[in-house]
């Protein structure tokens, strides 16, 4: 589903991605995990059009087609959901309106009419009682004054409201307390199916305890350094990166 | 980059270059200004002495002032002598015949505004008898409104059917002598709107539905006289969201308020005059003095205006409480796009005891625009217990605008609770970006920050207003990114 072949993205100067390949194929969960600063949520910006990276070399393509070729907006109604490792406030913007109108624009997209509001708020509800969010949080400006892990759920109910074909959830994990995130992953749980693919990127064994990946990567200083299956995760916990970094200098 | 609302803008603009009519054997008066002309005026309208009289005192006083100049607007000098007061109405002629000759862009425009289809003909400058017969609509609301005894009509037809009342409250509010558009709207004006709400009354109905199917070109010194008498209510809509354009580039009304014991008089206007091509030219210039007085105790004026369009704007709806508990309300939305200039805000004079005031400025800048909010809050000595509460926000879309805060505090009475919040935010990349990351376009994005940034004041609106409002916003800001 999703192809990268030695993705190069640079910011600036400074070249964070140097060559980075990974392949997604539906029904798969991968992790990426590595140290701070190696170009996880980059990698993840890029595959969502972020236009401050500037691609300098490399391919993506999702089925096939050549994703770098779309806009952001494009790629989100083709159906690639981005959760944010730092979701951005929106005052004044009603949460629910943001949610109808994300839903809308990607229903347009494929040919089919308005949701019902009164459907939509069902649906929402419902969603929102699986992820232990208060209904008052529809009312809400978008993040606004939100806690950190009221805004990685928020992040959730779009996925589950949006049910993407690709999520990548940048760090969906960090900054929960522990009902939280089994809450979440429940969340990321039911959205698993033949269909659908789904990379988390994750410091923590923690969360692939509830949401268990298929493969582990490792990301460092802009290139994949080791990828595995869920023993890695294991693994790196025990010994860290370190000797990972050396095994790729070496 | 131009956007799509000033194409649409530049090809209506063909009819711009058809002038109006100077006739002299008509109707319409050559250009220039001296007592003969304000004489003819008057003549022509038929009248009363005090009516002459009027006119004439203010122009003598009008010859003595000088033409302001303001820090934060700009424009090229204006030749009083080369306006025409008193021009014909434009003949069926040089009008479209239907809907099938307009501009089909302007018709997309309105459509995108959500005008209903009999409202369009005449918008679009359709000869009136081919539009639709508005005049059975108009006896329908005139007999709804003559059963509960209101009065509403143009400024001619009250100086003719109700010339004691006129005479009683005309430059009251706004003095002949108060600024020199005034002074010469006072000399010159030549038509415009009259309400008189008797004691007790509710007004029936948004008077903006009757203005809407009965507005003709009132031209570019309008004068509204509204007053409410004890106990009564009323909400009053000015404007239209479909882009107005006009021959005059000086527009100066003058708007006056009279609200008596336990009254209410809501004012809205929604504006969206032709704000002149990317580099700002060919747009209206658009100075007006409006005032709102709160008479009598209890009573209350409240004001909200959403504002688009214009070259420059120069404005200042103002209340003065005079009444003992009396409220003043003032909720602004002034969008300034490409060349824009907007200088805009409000005046809560507090003269009476426990009068209390609310200020809610929202601004917006894009393009090259330049937005100043200038607000006066004076408490008298006398004003015991005043209080005010001023928030006034600025939303920048863009790098090269800008936004200025003025507020004016003058506390003559140490009791005065006054507070004033102000904030300015800037529309960024990184929610641009997050919306997208949703599957929402950019345009739809800014809208709905927008909207979200105005909410506080569209709710101040009538509701079918609120909802046109809105879509004028977006259509004003359309390119405003990217
Ligand atoms: N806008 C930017 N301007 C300059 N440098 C940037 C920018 N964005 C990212 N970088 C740099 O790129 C590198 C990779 O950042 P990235 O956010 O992708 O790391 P990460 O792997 O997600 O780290 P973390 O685990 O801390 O979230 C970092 O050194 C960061 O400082
Ligand atoms: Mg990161």
Redesign the interface.
């Known amino acids: 589903m999703l192809e990268i072949n030695n993705l190069k993205s640079r910011i600036g100067d400074s070249e964070i991605l140097r060559g980075v390949s990974l392949s997604v194929k539906t029904g798969e969960v991968h992790a990426i995990m590595g140290p701070n600063g190696s170009g996880k949520s980059t990698l993840a910006q890029v595959v969502a059009g972020h236009e401050d990276y500037e691609v300098s070399g490399g391919s993506v393509t999702y089925d096939g087609k050549d994703l770098l070729e779309l806009e952001p907006e494009e790629r989100a109604r083709e159906g690639i959901f981005l959760g944010f490792q730092y979701p951005v406030e929106i005052p004044g913007v009603n949460n629910a309106y943001l949610l109808k109108a994300a839903v809308n624009a990607k229903r347009k997209h494929q040919g089919l009419g308005e949701v019902d509001a009164f459907e939509f708020l069902k649906l929402a509800r419902e969603k929102m009682a699986m992820l232990g969010m208060d209904p008052k949080f529809l009312n809400r400006g978008v993040n606004e004054g939100f806690s950190g892990g009221e805004k990685k759920r928020n992040e959730i109910l779009q996925m589950a409201m949006l049910e993407p074909r690709l999520a990548i959830l940048d760090e969906t994990d960090s900054g929960l307390d522990i009902d939280a995130l089994k809450a979440v992953a429940e969340g990321v749980n039911t959205l698993r199916s033949p269909d659908r693919a789904i990379v988390l990127v994750t410091h923590y064994q923690r969360l692939l305890d509830y949401i268990q990946p298929d493969f582990v990567h490792v990301l460092s200083e802009g290139r994949i350094v080791r990828s595995g299956d869920k023993s890695l995760a294991l693994e790196l916990e025990e010994k860290g990166y370190d000797w990972l970094r050396e095994a790729a200098t070496a | 980059m131009a956007t799509e609302s000033e194409n649409l803008e530049s090809l209506v603009n063909r009819r711009y270059e058809h002038g109006f009519v100077t006739d002299i054997a008509t109707e319409s008066l050559p250009p220039g200004l001296d007592e003969d002309v304000i004489r003819a005026i008057s003549a022509r309208k038929n009248e009363p002495e005090f009516m002459l009289e009027w006119r004439l005192q203010a122009y003598r006083q009008w010859l003595e002032m000088r033409e302001p100049d303001w820090a934060h607007v700009h424009y090229p000098k204006i030749d009083y002598n080369e306006i025409s007061y008193f021009s014909a109405p434009k003949s069926d002629e040089d009008r479209p015949k239907s809907l099938d000759e307009v501009d089909p862009k302007l018709l997309e425009t309105y459509d995108k505004l959500g005008i209903p289809l009999h409202e369009r003909a005449r918008l679009a400058g359709v000869a009136v008898d081919a539009v639709f017969d508005s005049v059975s609509v108009a006896t329908t609301f005139k007999e709804k409104l003559a059963d509960v005894g209101v009065i509403f009509c143009s400024f001619s037809e009250a100086v003719q059917e109700h010339p004691a009342l006129v005479r009683k409250y005309l430059g009251t509010v706004v003095p002949r002598r108060d600024n020199f558009f005034a002074a010469l709207n006072a000399a010159v004006f030549s038509d415009g709107s009259f309400v008189y709400i008797p004691k007790g009354v509710r007004c029936p109905m948004e008077l903006s539905t009757y203005f809407r199917i009965n507005a003709a070109n009132t031209g570019q010194f309008e004068r509204t006289l509204i007053i409410a008498d004890e106990g009564s209510h009323v909400s009053y809509l000015e404007g239209c969201t479909a882009p107005m354009r006009d021959e005059n580039q000086l527009h100066a009304a003058v708007v006056e308020l009279v609200a008596l014991k336990d009254a209410e008089i809501k004012y809205s206007t929604v504006q969206n005059w032709y704000p002149g091509d990317e580099n700002g030219v060919g747009g209206i210039y658009n100075f007006v003095t409006k005032r709102g007085d709160c008479r009598g105790a209890n009573s209350k004026i409240s004001w909200t205006q959403v504002e688009t369009g214009s070259a420059i704007t120069w404005k200042y709806p103002s209340c003065l409480l005079r009444g003992e508990n009396s409220v003043g309300e003032f909720y602004s939305v002034a969008v300034a796009n490409n060349m824009q200039q907007a200088d805009t805000g409000t005046k809560m004079i507090h003269i009476g005891r426990n009068t209390s005031s609310t200020i809610v400025s929202k601004g917006i800048s894009a393009g090259r625009a330049e937005n100043a909010y200038r607000g006066l809050v004076r408490v008298m000595p006398q004003a015991h217990g005043a209080r005010n509460h001023t928030q006034c926000d600025s939303l920048l879309i863009g790098k090269q605008c800008g936004a200025h805060t003025f507020p004016y505090m003058e506390i003559k009475n140490p009791t005065a609770r006054v507070e004033h919040e102000a904030t300015t935010?800037k529309i960024?990349?990184?929610?641009l970006?997050?919306?997208?990351?949703?599957?929402?376009?950019?345009e739809?994005a800014v809208n709905?920050?927008v909207?979200?940034?105005c909410?506080e004041v569209f709710k101040e609106l009538p509701m079918e207003f609120a909802v046109e409002a809105q879509a004028l916003l977006n259509v004003s800001l359309e390119g405003a990114v990217g």
């Open positions: 935010s960024s990349a990184d929610q970006f997050y919306c997208r990351q949703r599957g929402i376009s950019e739809d709905m920050i909207n979200g940034f909410k």
